[in-house]
């Protein structure tokens, strides 16, 4: 079995390739025009990984599960003012923004440093942690993805109307 504290580094190893990743897609995104389904899909494909609530060992308790939606719901705010559309050559194009891998990061190690102070002070089973985390980060990813996606449909039946 690993140790907790491999479980902690590990899990901080994965978040900082996520944020490599997700400023890679980000960049390309923003070459290609936008699409609803680019937005929509990637909430729905996570949801997947709420499966892990079936065991029992990654169930928050409520006020775990409360205090991540809340926290999640918070950091969206950071994503939703850094992911703006805009229309270029009568289509629909992410803009680019410095400030977006700037939050992006700023949110990780906002996460990664929550995640040592639970591991180090309140001894919670990484199993649960995960839970947690999983929460906040859907609870981060879902608002953001449904502003964008509203701001897409708006600029949408701005060009339809045109």
Do not use: C
């Not at 960049?27 to 025009?33: A, C, Q």
């Not at 977006?100 to 180090?120: W, Y």
């Amino acid at each position: 079995m690993f140790t907790k504290q491999f479980l902690v580094i590990a899990s901080i190893i994965v978040s900082l390739l996520m944020v490599v990743i997700v400023n890679l897609v980000r960049l390309r995104n923003t070459k290609k025009p936008a699409v609803a389904k680019k937005i929509i899909l990637p909430p729905l494909f996570m949801a997947t990984g709420a499966s892990m609530f079936i065991l029992p060992m990654f169930r928050p308790t409520l006020p775990e599960l409360i205090s991540s939606v809340v926290m999640g719901m918070l950091f969206s705010i950071v994503l939703i003012k850094t992911s703006k559309f805009e229309i270029r050559d009568n289509q629909i194009y992410l803009q680019r923004s410095k400030l977006f891998i700037v939050a992006l990061i700023g949110l990780v190690a906002l996460r990664m440093i929550g995640k040592i102070i639970l591991s180090e002070t309140i001894h919670i089973d990484p199993a649960q942690m995960s839970g947690i985390f999983f929460i906040l980060a859907f609870s981060m990813i879902l608002p953001w993805r449904i502003s964008m996606y509203i701001g897409f449909r708006k600029l949408k039946r701005q060009l339809d109307n045109a």
